[in-house]
């Protein structure tokens, strides 16, 4: 008699369809949900001038490495401070910006003369070995003086760093005074780092047992050498320094996530490969 055949299990295939729509929503989600989390203007403005001098300041990189904030710079006159002809961003007065850069001299923009942003390049305390959970503290400082007289400051900040995020530590923790103003600013890694380093991390000591695993089921089976499983061990201790630099901005040698992770993968996927060799040459003798 002809064998039964069996029924297509359909409804397999539309729960898996409805688990890649599931994962890429809960995806989209997510991304939209830290999108809306740094679209962010932070404003601190000296509510008892009535002109003022406006500093937008916007977030453009954070070199970890060399342990410094790279912000583009725009000041804007407002009010007696401004030129009132047509062009936009124009002095009345002589302006001179004093920054807490250590790079940079005091900027100086002539009366009567359009504006253009400048970049900045502001130090940063902390240390890039802690990948991912590096995490720097800025000091901002910005004065000014029109025609050498004090001029009160507005701080206007934006963040378009996508891999920090850069945020004041507390509205307090900004203040106004005769001329200037100042805030302290936290900059730690994003959400999308962080879980791209833990995606790593899990990856590394995964890829990492499971050579182990594999180098220990052919000695247990007396297999010797098994050249494609031996090429495969080979080709994953180089295939992961590969993956250990993708991680982001590419923290040094010996961070946290090397001690952590990186380290040990590599260890276990060497040992694994010397093991394997050495049982199989010992089986041919």
Wanted: contains cysteine.
């Amino acid at each position: 008699m002809p064998e039964p055949t069996s029924k297509p299990h359909w409804w397999r295939y539309v729960a898996a369809a409805l688990g890649v729509v599931l994962a890429v929503a809960v995806g989209a989600a997510g991304f939209l949900a830290e999108y809306a989390s740094r679209d962010v203007q932070y404003t601190i403005l000296d509510e008892d001038a009535a002109d003022s001098v406006a500093v937008q300041v916007t977030v453009q990189r954070v070199d970890a490495a060399a342990r410094e904030l790279i912000l583009q710079v725009l000041v804007v006159p407002q009010g007696s401070y401004a030129d009132p002809g047509v062009q936009p961003a124009t002095p009345a007065k002589d302006l001179v910006l004093d920054t807490s850069s250590l790079t940079t001299a005091p900027l100086t923009f002539r009366a009567h003369d359009r504006i253009t942003a400048r970049e900045l390049r502001v130090p940063m305390d902390g240390a890039v070995s802690f990948f991912p959970f590096d995490r720097y503290g800025v000091d901002l400082y910005f004065g000014v003086d029109a025609a050498d007289v004090p001029v009160p400051v507005d701080l206007i900040m934006l963040d378009h760093e996508p891999g920090f995020v850069t945020r004041p530590l507390a509205q307090d923790a900004a203040h106004h005074g005769d001329g200037y103003v100042e805030a302290e600013l936290q900059v730690k890694r994003s959400r999308a780092t962080f879980i791209l380093a833990w995606f790593q991390v899990i990856v590394m000591w995964a890829l990492g047992l499971c050579v182990l695993a594999g180098a220990v089921h052919i000695v247990r089976r007396r297999l010797g050498l098994v050249w494609p499983a031996l090429g495969w061990m080979a080709a994953t201790l180089f295939a992961l320094v590969g993956f250990r630099n993708a991680a982001p901005g590419l923290p040094p040698v010996g961070s946290l996530i090397d001690y952590c992770a990186f380290f040990w993968a590599e260890a276990l996927i060497a040992l694994s490969l010397v093991l394997v060799t050495v049982h199989g040459v010992r089986l041919r003798e």
